[in-house]
């Protein structure tokens, strides 16, 4: 009996006492019976009591001490575990010591345990089997197009609400989540419907249709949503009321959720995006949106006094910086009264205006008595403006540039707008505007499943990604033969030998729906072409690169900025201007460039001569190789001057 502690003092923790086994006899089952026969089981088998069994009253013979072991320890265990859930084998409690010995052991109690606790945590007992009709009506399912309020969830899956194999989750999470989004709203509207992917996309080959079209309308399904509730253990742990602005923002840049592909898609959508704290959550206005210039005003104002009224006269950029605070709005802008602005902006900005009125009057007095308070100057005015707008401190500064790009407004706003403008005009959507924007807040974020990051690419540029998501992936089993084959150098080289590639396999995927992605956008910039990415290996998209998660641009100059090429599926076709020399005959150069770089270039050149001195030198991309050595040119030089 491994589990019985020895006597205070015992240099061994445990005793080792050995009880034989005497059961065999009497068998009660593996099963769950109830309380009722467990009781009834000694006059099942004939026996009124223990004790009138035996003659000799407390001196139990062997037969009646196997049937108490029967009744009550290996009954007792089937009646604890013996459930649907758990399905007790009462071997797991017979140890075999050789020589027909067989003992009684418990080694594998502290696991029944476990697994008990587990099953009563996450629901799975007697009561909830006959409360099973109430729990029915309260998950439901309920149609996305009735215009219903509705909160999406958002959260990463290693913190424990996924589940790959059903839509499902224990009854334990489901309460929780639907007392999180209940609060969010008065109780008028409780109980507020929610959308989770583990519940809402299907999963299996069996509904692999419908997985699709789910996958495909997620954009869709965070933009209509009223809210978006991110959810990630790290925060959940935290009183936000403990914190101060600066500490709300550093957590929430660093914790997991923000080093995911598909919760930027998800975050950033949506019409508000709110935070779980331990206690409540936390709106996205409340954290990113604080506005910097009130904490300035005061902290301006505060080191002009510390050097005192003579030390600030006598200084001309003491003086400036008096001048531009006294040029500080100190009236409500209109359209707070009209009431256009975000809650979190209006309460902000009475802030400022509060800070403003206070510097006024502690420093227009000064002005004045000083001949200084007239004639306000363009310099004044800049300094005024920077002042409300800079941001001084250089952690507030850090935390904040990666917080803003969660939530980017106006780059949110751009997008919808741009869309809305092109159906109403009857033209087709140009998603490439905003393709570096993309790839910015991609920066830093990983997907567990490569493949997915041009579905989530596609969606936040708002593109159709059926065609994209119609490329299946490789099943798990493949995938593991291939990275097994792909691992291995000797292997690698056998693969090879025979003609087959176990990398292009697995990155066959992946390179499919980033080419379908790049023909969508159509139109890309020049500096693509110096990204430090991997690139494709088909020919004819060997300058694409291969992930678009977390592009090093390199040192791609200003120069590019504003070029753009298109994707065809011969190439990457891009223009630049050219010189044209003068000569006298027909000339074809042959160069050896002498230049290393990591994926070199092939260029088809043709040339549109418009008569002038300077042309356009069209370049067709055609793929990498692994070194430039020799580029033709040819009609390159023309006759003329210069």
């Known amino acids: 009996m491994e589990h019985i502690p020895r006597v205070r003092g015992s240099k061994l923790q445990i005793a080792r006492l050995r009880v034989p086994y005497l059961a065999s006899d009497w068998n009660y089952g593996s099963r769950r019976q109830g309380f009722d026969t467990f009781l009834a089981f000694p006059k099942k088998h004939g026996y009124s009591s223990l004790v009138d069994r035996e003659d000799g009253g407390d001196n139990l013979a062997t037969p009646s001490v196997g049937f108490l072991q029967a009744w009550l320890y290996f009954g007792l265990l089937a009646e604890a575990f013996g459930t649907n859930e758990m399905r007790l084998d009462p071997s797991h409690f017979i140890s075999d010591a050789g020589s027909n010995n067989e003992f009684i052991t418990t080694k594998d109690l502290d696991r029944y345990i476990w697994y008990w606790a587990a099953a009563i ?26 215009g219903d309020l509705y909160v999406t969830i958002s959260h990463v899956w290693s913190d424990g609400l996924g589940n790959p194999h059903d839509n499902e989750l224990p009854y334990c999470q489901l309460v929780y989540i639907q007392g999180l989004v209940n609060v969010l709203y008065p109780e008028s509207q409780r109980p507020v419907k929610f959308w989770l992917d583990t519940l809402c996309i299907p999963v299996g080959t069996r509904e692999s249709a419908f997985r699709r079209l789910a996958i495909n309308r997620m954009g869709k399904t ?30 929430i840049k660093y914790c997991p959720w923000v080093t995911r592909a598909w919760t930027l898609l998800e975050g950033r959508v949506g019409k508000e995006l709110l935070f779980q704290f331990k206690g409540n959550a936390v709106s996205s206005n409340v954290v990113f949106n604080r506005s910097y210039a009130a904490r300035n ?67 227009m007095p000064i002005l004045a008595s000083a001949g200084l308070a007239d004639n306000p100057s363009e310099e004044d005015d800049d300094m005024s403006v920077n002042i409300q707008t800079r941001v001084f401190c250089p952690v507030i500064k850090h935390c904040n540039a990666g917080t803003r790009n969660i939530r980017d407004e106006f780059w949110l706003e751009s997008i919808e707008t741009s869309r809305a403008e092109s159906a109403e005009e009857g ?66 080289l056998l693969c090879w030998a025979v003609g087959f590639d176990p990398r292009a396999k697995l990155t066959e995927c992946q390179e499919g729906r980033i080419k379908i992605l790049l023909s969508q956008i159509g139109k890309l910039p020049v500096s693509i072409l110096l990204w430090n990415v991997p690139r494709m290996q088909p020919l004819g998209w060997k300058w694409a690169p291969l992930s678009l998660l977390d592009a090093d641009t390199g040192t791609d100059g200003t120069w590019a900025s504003n070029e753009r090429g298109n994707v065809t599926p011969d190439g990457f076709t891009v223009s630049f201007p050219v010189l044209r020399l003068k000569t006298t005959d027909y000339m074809t150069t042959e160069t050896d460039l002498g230049i290393n770089i990591c994926d070199p270039v092939h260029f088809v050149v043709s040339i549109a001569d418009d008569g002038l001195g300077a042309g356009n030198a069209t370049f067709r991309i055609l793929s990498y190789l692994s070194h430039i050595h020799i580029l033709q040119v040819r009609h390159l030089a023309m006759m003329g001057s210069w």
Not at 128 to 145: G, R, S, T, Y
Not at 342 to 356: F, N
């Open 427 to 492: 033209q087709q959507y140009l998603p490439h505007t905003f393709f570096e924007d993309v790839c910015h807040a991609f920066r830093g974020r990983t997907t567990s499943k490569s493949e997915d990051q041009a579905i989530c690419f596609g969606q936040m540029l708002s593109i159709d990604t059926s065609q994209i998501i119609d490329i299946h992936p490789l099943r798990p089993r493949l995938r593991y033969w291939f990275t097994l084959l792909d691992s291995y150098p000797a292997l690698r």
């Open 222 to 251: 965070f933009r209509r949503s009223d809210k978006t509730l991110a959810l990630d253990n790290s925060l959940m742990t935290q009183e936000p009321d403990d914190m101060d602005w600066v500490e709300l923002n550093m957590r």
């Open 121 to 146: 945590a996450h629901g799975t007992r007697d009561e909830i089997d006959d409360h099973a009709e109430n729990l029915d009506k309260e998950v439901e399912a309920h149609p996305a197009n009735h």
């Open 297 to 363: 005003i005061a902290a301006v104002s505060k080191m002009l006094q510390q050097r005192g009224v003579e030390g600030v006269l006598n200084e001309p950029a003491a003086v400036n910086l008096v001048r531009a605070l006294v040029l500080l709005p100190k009236e409500p802008r209109q359209s707070l009264e009209s009431g256009d602005e975000d809650e979190q902006e209006k309460l902000a900005y009475q802030d400022t205006v509060q800070a403003a009125i206070e510097a006024y009057e502690a420093w």
